[in-house]
């Protein structure tokens, strides 16, 4: 908003009883800030704020009687990211610091100049509004390198009929990968039917159809043949481990599974 050549770069709203000094800092300050005038009942304040949505309060105060204070402590607690800016005698400002220090952002003493009040207020909203650019600039940069890393991100497929193993492993690798988790060959080859992970974890000892069974089905089509897929099994006998190995799997663990062992076994599979 322009005013002659000035550029307005904020909406600041004038409060207090005494109407002659609000509106002399009213017409003392207008041509810096966007200006708004409210009495001293705190229904009409709170409704200008809602409508004019200041960037900055400033508010005459004239006693540091308890009933004032509370309901500067309530607009404080209601409209905690608007600023604050008292003006009183300097007694008053004194008592106020005192009882209450952290009210406002600044205290303005009387007898002020309308030029202090100005620089002092401008410095002030200048600072707060390249900290909050700050702020967001942060905010967005650390959410672009979130995208960028689930974008990233492996997809690891778990297949399993136990989901307190498809919990743990989700839980566990969730941080480093993007991982599905099904309970059957059946929800598998659905998945796999339009997405093609980096590396499949496949139980060996499935009742419905065994983690064999579900190999061979992947190594049926050529689109997924070259998946690597790792074995989880819960049988250490010696010719079944033969029976896994006979597959040719990318690898095999065995259950209960070793987190280490897990990490390092699925960060080796897909970095060859």
Same mark, same amino acid.
């Given at each position: 908003?322009?005013?002659?050549?000035?550029?307005?770069?904020?909406?600041?709203?004038?409060?207090?009883?005494?109407?002659?000094?609000? /509106?002399?800092?009213?017409?003392?300050?207008?041509?810096?800030?966007?200006? +708004? #005038?409210?009495? &001293? @009942?705190?229904? $009409?304040? *709170?409704?200008?704020?809602?409508?004019?949505?200041?960037?900055?309060?400033?508010?005459?105060?004239?006693?540091?009687?308890?009933?004032?204070?509370?309901?500067?402590?309530?607009?404080?607690?209601?409209?905690?990211?608007?600023?604050?800016?008292?003006?009183?005698?300097?007694?008053?400002?004194?008592?106020?610091?005192?009882?209450?220090? /952290?009210?406002?952002?600044?205290?303005?003493?009387?007898?002020?100049?309308? +030029? #202090?009040?100005? &620089? @002092?207020?401008? $410095?002030? *909203?200048?600072?707060?509004?390249?900290?909050?650019?700050?702020?967001?600039?942060?905010?967005?940069?650390?959410?672009?390198?979130?995208?960028?890393?689930?974008?990233?991100?492996?997809?690891?497929?778990?297949?399993?009929?136990?989901?307190?193993?498809?919990?743990?492993?989700?839980?566990?690798?969730?941080?480093?990968?993007?991982?599905?988790?099904?309970?059957?060959?059946?929800?598998?080859?659905?998945?796999?039917?339009?997405?093609?992970?980096?590396?499949?974890?496949?139980?060996?000892?499935?009742?419905?159809?065994?983690?064999?069974?579900?190999?061979?089905?992947?190594?049926?089509?050529?689109?997924?043949?070259?998946?690597?897929?790792?074995?989880?099994?819960?049988?250490?006998?010696?010719?079944?481990?033969?029976?896994?190995?006979?597959?040719?799997?990318?690898?095999?663990?065995?259950?209960?599974?070793?987190?280490?062992?897990?990490?390092?076994?699925?960060?080796?599979?897909?970095?060859?």
């Amino acid at each position: 908003m322009y005013k002659g050549a000035i550029i307005i770069k904020y909406k600041v709203l004038i409060g207090g009883a005494n109407r002659i000094i609000v /509106d002399n800092l009213f017409s003392q300050v207008s041509s810096t800030f966007e200006c +708004m #005038t409210t009495s &001293e @009942n705190w229904d $009409d304040i *709170l409704c200008h704020i809602k409508y004019f949505k200041p960037d900055a309060f400033v508010y005459l105060i004239e006693s540091t009687f308890r009933d004032e204070l509370i309901k500067l402590r309530t607009l404080r607690n209601n409209n905690e990211y608007l600023p604050l800016f008292l003006i009183g005698e300097e007694d008053v400002c004194d008592e106020i610091k005192r009882l209450a220090p /952290d009210i406002a952002e600044l205290f303005f003493k009387r007898p002020v100049s309308s +030029m #202090t009040i100005k &620089e @002092n207020i401008t $410095d002030f *909203l200048d600072k707060q509004k390249e900290a909050a650019k700050i702020m967001e600039d942060m905010k967005k940069a650390a959410q672009e390198q979130l995208q960028l890393n689930q974008k990233d991100r492996c997809n690891v497929l778990v297949i399993d009929d136990d989901r307190g193993v498809l919990k743990m492993l989700k839980e566990v690798l969730n941080t480093d990968y993007e991982v599905t988790t099904v309970t059957s060959g059946k929800w598998a080859m659905k998945y796999l039917e339009t997405k093609k992970p980096a590396l499949i974890l496949l139980d060996y000892e499935m009742p419905e159809e065994s983690g064999a069974e579900v190999f061979k089905k992947i190594l049926e089509h050529d689109e997924l043949k070259e998946i690597p897929v790792v074995f989880l099994t819960g049988v250490a006998d010696k010719n079944r481990i033969r029976e896994v190995l006979a597959l040719s799997p990318a690898g095999y663990l065995l259950k209960p599974i070793n987190v280490n062992r897990l990490k390092d076994t699925i960060e080796d599979v897909i970095d060859k």
